[in-house]
Nanobody, 123 residues
C-alpha cells in the first residue's frame, strides 16, 4: 500500500501565503510524478501543478496559479511541496496530493491520492 500524507491547510487572508507538503510512504519502488489538485465546492477537481519526480523535475501549472504557486520536491524524503503566494479567495478549495507510482519494478504505474486538506482564503 501507498500512503500520501498532506500537511494541514489553513485559513489565510487574501494576499497571504501558505505552504502545503505531501509525503509518500509505503510499498514504493519508484515515483514517476507528483501533483496537486484542488476541488472547490460544487466544482470539479482540477489540476493545480505537477512535478516530474523520476528524472527531470520538470513542472507544469494551471494558468490560474502561474506566477503565484511553486511546486517543488525532496526526492530523498519522497515529499512534494506547494508554495502558494498571493492567495485569492478563488483559491479556496480542498487540495489533494496525487502520486503516480510503481510498487514493483514490473508493475504498472498507478495513481494514489491523499486525503485532502482544506485551504480557505478570506476576502
Amino acid at each position: 500500500q501507498v500512503q500520501l500524507v498532506e500537511s494541514v491547510g489553513n485559513l489565510v487572508q487574501t494576499g497571504g501565503s501558505l505552504r502545503l507538503s505531501c509525503a509518500a510512504s509505503g510499498s514504493i519502488f519508484s515515483i514517476n510524478t507528483m501533483a496537486w489538485y484542488r476541488q472547490a465546492p460544487e466544482k470539479q477537481r482540477e489540476l493545480v501543478a505537477t512535478i516530474n519526480i523520476e528524472s527531470s523535475g520538470s513542472t507544469n501549472y494551471a494558468d490560474s496559479v502561474k506566477g503565484r504557486f511553486t511546486i517543488s520536491r525532496d526526492n530523498a524524503k519522497n515529499t512534494v511541496y506547494l508554495q502558494m503566494n498571493s492567495l485569492k479567495p478563488e483559491d479556496t478549495a480542498v487540495y489533494y496530493c496525487n502520486a503516480i507510482v510503481k510498487i514493483t519494478p514490473i508493475s504498472r504505474l498507478a495513481a494514489y491520492w491523499g486525503q485532502g486538506t482544506q485551504v480557505t482564503v478570506s476576502s
